[in-house]
């Protein structure tokens, strides 16, 4: 989780909403990465968790992560659920949860049935790293 948080941090330095998520395989080899970049690339779907799914699912050759694990700073939106979904991830787990835009508002049910979720590592820095964005970005 303390990468994806650097991944985060990557995000806030290049203007970007402050997610980072990686994917891990075997509990130990990182297979996908990635921060947000909507505005860099100009795409409302260049959200971490897409980003870094992408990368993974590249390196394994398969859209399946059913053995994999999803560390990303923030709790997934709608959109992110459902492609995690579709990649029947084994894990999430999340730091800071989304209060207005994160799955769970919707339902928990969005995501595969077999997917386990860890909500809250490193949560107060990842709202905190957010919290201050948003500061930066107001004034």
């Keep these: 989780m303390q990468k994806a948080l650097l991944l985060a941090e990557e ?9 980072g998520a ?30 870094a799914l ?24 709608v959109m992110c659920a459902g492609a995690l979904a579709w990649s029947q991830i084994g894990t999430v787990v999340y730091g800071a949860s989304d209060k207005k835009k994160g799955f769970s508002l919707w339902t928990p049910a969005v995501l595969h049935p077999k997917t386990h979720v860890v909500p809250g590592i490193l ?16 004034s």
């Design 11 to 19: 995000a806030f330095l290049n203007n970007e909403i402050p997610v």
């Design 22 to 51: 990686l994917v891990v395989a075997d509990g130990k080899k990182i297979i996908g990465k990635g921060y947000n970049q909507t505005e860099k690339l100009t795409d409302v779907t260049a959200h971490a968790e897409i980003l």
């Design 54 to 77: 992408t990368a993974a699912s590249n390196f394994l050759g398969g859209k399946y992560l059913k053995d994999c694990t999803l560390y990303v700073t923030l709790e997934p939106c």
């Design 123 to 138: 949560g107060e820095e990842s709202e905190r790293l957010m919290k201050s964005f948003f500061k930066k970005l107001r």
